[in-house]
DNA sequence: ACCCCATTTTTTGGATCCAATAATTAATTA
DNA sequence: TAATTAATTATTGGATCCAAAAAATGGGGT
């Protein structure tokens, strides 16, 4: 049955990102491994990756940590992010768009016009525009044809947003998520115009502003301290 | 003696980095552990590693292979390694900087100035100078105070210039080579003297074009497909 | 002679075992 | 009673073992 390997990565990952294991918890590999059924080979293999993507931070002979998420650190992350997906459509622009990327963006473009088209929003309609936000935003870097930008993001993928993650999906304000979804969207279609224009360094700068939309109307943590948005205990 | 563990993982990024392992080289779990005279677990660590480095490519029941990395690689993550410090730069300028960080970065200066001096460069003083070099850069990105910076700079610190370091290490080339860290070095004079004045958006443009000093110059390999310039066998 | 199936071999990944080290606790002494 | 030292415990990391899966090779059949 534990023919997984890979699969305990994700896991952990899964956990750490939604706040089932929470900012400043302390992981062992034995009560870890317990939890999930394995044994402890797949748990230090999982750790060591996943502080290497920066989601858990080693302490030296206490475990591994899940690393705590400032305000100061996600905005820091917002900036890195604009700048390598402001680079990765500077650069897809410049190439120009192949027949087959060009269709793919429109087809986002497409989906994510239909959701918003009732005005207003459900919990799943934000799920659906997740994926479709993430698929538009992959076609971009792939169409930059540059796979450092990848690398340098993969590290960026996850950790940033695990601590916001509940607040972008917070229920209570789907009114104003609506009008903040529907900007970034906007968005989107001044960058696919800048794309098909081959306007490389429109489409920097559209981008580049755009990383900002995913977080400018997010209520954050008040204080500006190392308080992290998901306290632990 | 083998109480190690991190260190395999070295041995290998240095032996991949060097082209002791030239790109294409395909690595087995059990040669490699006899190379180095340990067991399959380290190495079996040290190889997800540097797979996650993106120094090595993973082949589905065939081991893992020695990335090869193309002249379109290097000329893009020189761009994204552009972007990140020109970031670092820009939010290191606006911050402003620490009384300890200016005069750490002068100091720098002041030791680089002191290599350029006398009119041409060994190859003990290129050594010398990329300590510096990185000293400055590493400084301007703590200088940011922006920890994401360093996370996507991680993947781009080894990865683009394993098949370049021979070239710029050319010591046939050691007069074009001393033109080029010259102006290189110029160059950390006007980022310092931006940084100092607090003109962030200065110090981003001129950070962004320094990153291109360091291979603007070096002859890369001529043909523009995917050859490598470590041409493995 | 060629193709397909079976067997063997190679390789990977998980589980368990062992050694070493650091931390914590308890005991003894001042 | 407090401090220091020793002992025990907890935890990590390497080595070895085992099982599963895929690839390669060999044999048999058409």
């Given amino acids: 049955m534990p023919r997984e390997g890979q699969a305990v990565i994700s896991i952990l990952r899964d956990k750490i990102v939604s706040g089932v294991f929470p900012a400043g918890e302390r992981l062992a590999e034995i009560p870890t491994a317990e939890l999930l059924g394995v044994s402890r080979t797949p748990v230090r293999i999982a750790f060591r990756a996943l502080a290497q ?26 900036e890195v992010r604009g700048v390598l997906e402001g680079l990765a459509a500077r650069q897809a622009a410049e190439k120009g768009l192949t027949e087959d990327t060009r269709v793919q963006l429109a087809e986002c473009l497409k989906n ?3 959701i918003f088209e009732k005005g207003y929003l459900t919990e799943e309609d934000i799920e659906q525009y997740n994926v479709i936000n993430k698929q538009f935003h992959d076609l971009i870097i ?25 607040l972008v999906f917070n229920p209570k304000q789907l009114d104003r998520e609506f009008r903040r979804f529907n900007f970034a969207n906007m968005q989107h279609h001044v960058v696919f115009d800048a794309l098909l224009k081959q306007q490389g360094a429109r489409a920097e700068a ?6 900002h939309a995913t ?14 948005c998901n306290p632990s205990k």
Same sequence: chains 1, 2.
Avoid: W
């Avoid at 559209?206 to 990383?211: G, L, S, T």
């Avoid at 977080?215 to 308080?227: A, F, G, I, K, Y």
């Fill in 53 to 78: 993507e920066g989601l858990l931070i080693k302490l030296p002979r206490r475990g591994y940590q899940v690393r705590k998420v400032t305000n100061d650190e996600i905005l820091g992350a917002v």
């Fill in 112 to 114: 994510a016009d239909a």
């Fill in 142 to 166: 792939n169409a930059s044809g540059n796979p450092a930008i990848q690398s340098a993001m993969q590290l960026n993928e996850h950790l940033p947003f695990a601590s916001v993650n509940a």
């Fill in 206 to 211: 559209v981008m580049k502003e755009h990383a």
């Fill in 215 to 228: 977080l400018s109307q997010v209520d954050l943590c008040e204080s500006p301290d190392s308080r992290t």
